[in-house]
Every structure is written in C-alpha cells, then in structure tokens.
C-alpha cells in the first residue's frame, strides 16, 4: 500500500525541538527588528498572479507554484519571495512619503528546490527599507542582517558585495534588446566565459573587455575596486557603481571586527528585480549564502508610485538548523486529579513561567522539549513542588 503521509519531494515536517528553535528565533528577530523601529506586516499566502509578480522577473515566475483559484477561475501564485510583496504594501497601501521601515516571517515555497538547497519550503524573515536612495539605507540593512546571525550564534560572517549596475554601465550607449542583456546576465551568473565571449565578440573592444574582465574581478574590496577603475569603461553609470560599492565597503567594514569582506563584481546571484548593490551573506558550514539581499529601486514603480527599496531576507528554518541547540526546558510533573488546590497551584506556577505537565493515566511523558525533573506532591492540604 502507498504510504499515505509521503511528503512531496523537498518538503518536511518540523518536528517539536527543531520548531520549538525556530519559533525562539522568529520572535527574537521581529523583536530585534522593532527595537530598530521596523513595523510587521503579513501579505497573503497566495495572490493573482500577474499582481504577484509585478514589477519581478522571469527567474521568479520559474520559482513559483501556480493554481486555479475556484472563485474567481484566475491564476493565483504561492509566493516564492515575500520581498516584491512587501514592496507592494509600501507602495500602495501605505503611500506615506519619508523612510518606511517593514518587517515579515511568512512561510514561501518554490516550484524548483534552489540550487543547493534540500528545502521548497522556507519560512522568510526579512527586514526592508523603502524611501531612502543612499547609502545609509544599505549599511542599516547589511547592519541589521549581522545582528541577525549574532543573535542566532553566528558571529563569523563572511560578506559578498555586488552590484546589479555593473553589467548595464558595460553595455551603456550598446543597442542591445532586453532579452539579451537577461542572455548575458544568466552566463554571468553562471560563470560561462566561453559562451561569454561569443557575446562579447558583438560588442565595440571596451564592452567586451570589460565584459571578459568582469568575470575577474572578485576578490578583496580595496583591490576589486582599484582593478575595476582600470578596466570597467569610464561612465557616468560605471562611476556612481564604483563609488556606491566604496561608501558601502567603508561603512560596512567598521560594522564588525568579525566581518569578512569581498566584492564579486560578477556575482549576480540575486533575483533579476534587484537593481542596485546587493550582498549575499556565507557562513561556515553552508556552501551557499545564508541570506541575500540588496537594491530593488524599480518594484514600487511598477505598483505605480516608484520608492527606492533596500533590505534583506533569510530563511529561518536554515537559520535554526546551524544555530546552536538551546538547552531542553525543565517541567514539572502533576497528577490529573479533580483537586481545587492542585489547580489552583497549577496556574500560579505557569503564570510565573513554570512549564508543569499534568501526566495522564498511562503517560510515559517522553518528550523532546521537557525535562521533567520535578514534580507536585500533595504535602498535607498544601501542594508542593519537590525534585524527582
Ligand atoms: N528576497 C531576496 C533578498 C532581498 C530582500 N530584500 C531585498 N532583497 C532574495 O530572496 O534573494
């Protein structure tokens, strides 16, 4: 017979210590997020489709589960990325004018396990800032992303910056079509010299060599960004990359002494509506990176109302999973009799943040999450909490 609870591929169960871990660290991190003054909010699981992935693209429609909505007879979408969701809210349903600060924890999935990942499933945490242009907004984002890790354990962090402007200050003046720039985009992505240099054979000599170059330029900051002043053609679109990477580098270098930094010029790991810097965070132990993030000037406009837009996501079951194991929680056992006093005990004990267990008949009390290393005993009239 079928096994009737197999689950799809890539998709589990959580089970009690690991969810007990990941719920710890949810609510920490949203905590975290409003001591810094962002505000929570929870878009749908499922939208129309085209509302979806406005303003996104190709990548991210590969990335998300498609159904019929019964109602309405239209396509809806199962959200692979809360980010462009939230960019929505800003956009149009707060329509306030200064800096907005917003926060989620939703579960996402994606029609394709991501590269590297066992996962389909991911409960995104993330934190964005919308109306602010400069530099500050990216550095708070990167600043928050490492308090994140800090607070989860992860202290060694290895940081890679980009920018998404790269490749379009190459190709400034070119008349190339929109699909091509997407062509060159993805064999940058995946690091495709050979096919890369078809292209570049299209291109004037400056365009395809910094094309080519583009593929080397990585490595520390200060020398990725001397490098690429040499090699990258001189522009207004190639300057203001450079000197955006250099303000963030500097800032971001003073954030912690723990930090390792380095520019990939040509890792363009993030989704195709990112449109400025983004970063891509690595820690040990996990060969991709842990959280992304960056740039994504051009969703609020395809809302109607154009914001810039920073911030950062994380998936907080991969989080949990390299975060150090927290101590089981001890309980205390009681009896499940009708007596007034031990209920009464009972509460006061969980209202003081006691966890006190009432063991049925037959109860082995085998649980993951609770050390039951006391228990309640009944001390004349009185009841008493007493070592096991
Ligand atoms: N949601 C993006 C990261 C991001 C958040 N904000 C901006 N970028 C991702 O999953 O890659």
Not at 216 to 231: F, H, P, T, Y
Not at 320 to 328: E, H, V
Request: proline letters at 4%.
């Amino acid at each position: 017979m079928m096994n009737r609870w197999l689950l799809p591929e890539d998709i589990a169960d959580v089970l009690p210590a690991e969810a007990r871990k990941v719920e710890t660290l949810r609510r920490a991190m949203l905590d975290l997020y409003q001591s810094y003054g962002y505000e929570l909010v929870a878009p749908p699981l499922l939208e129309f489709l085209d509302s979806l992935l406005t303003g996104t693209g190709s990548d991210l429609n590969l990335q998300t589960f498609k159904l019929v909505d019964q109602l309405s007879g239209r396509t809806l979408g199962l959200r692979a990325d809360m980010t462009p969701q939230v960019a929505r809210i800003d956009a149009h349903l707060l329509n306030r004018e200064g800096v907005t600060r917003l926060c989620y924890a939703g579960s996402v999935a994606h029609a394709r396990t991501p590269v590297g990942s066992s996962a389909r499933e991911e409960l995104q945490l993330g934190a964005e800032i919308y109306g602010c242009a400069t530099w500050e907004a990216d550095v708070e984002a990167i600043s928050l992303l490492l308090k994140t890790l800090s607070l989860a354990g992860l202290n060694k962090v290895h940081l890679d910056l980009s920018h998404a402007g790269v490749l379009v200050g190459i190709l400034d003046g070119q008349d190339i079509a929109k699909e091509d720039i997407a062509a060159i985009y993805s064999l940058l992505q995946s690091k495709d010299r050979p096919r890369l240099a078809l292209w570049a054979k299209c291109l004037p000599t400056e365009s395809a060599d910094a094309l080519m170059a583009l593929t080397e330029l990585n490595g520390s900051c200060s020398d990725v960004l001397a490098q690429a002043k040499q090699v990258l053609p001189k522009n207004k679109l190639i300057d203001e990359v450079l000197s955006q990477l250099t303000k963030i580098f500097t800032a971001a270098s003073l954030l912690s002494e723990e930090l390792e930094l380095s520019i990939d010029l040509a890792d363009l790991r993030g989704y195709q509506y990112h449109s400025g810097v983004m970063f891509a965070a690595y820690v040990d132990s996990l060969p991709q990176p842990i959280a992304r993030g960056g740039r994504y000037d051009h969703v609020g406009q395809a809302f109607g109302r154009s914001r810039p837009a920073t911030g950062f996501s994380i998936d907080l079951l991969t989080l949990a999973s390299l975060s150090p194991a927290i101590g089981r929680k001890s309980a205390i056992v009681a009896p499940w009799i009708n007596d007034v006093e031990l209920l009464m005990k009972i509460s006061d004990l969980r209202h003081g943040g006691e966890v006190v267990i009432q063991a049925m008949s037959g109860d082995t009390l085998q649980t993951a999450e609770y050390l039951c290393d006391r228990e309640l005993v009944r001390q004349g009239s009185l009841w008493e909490v007493k070592k096991k």
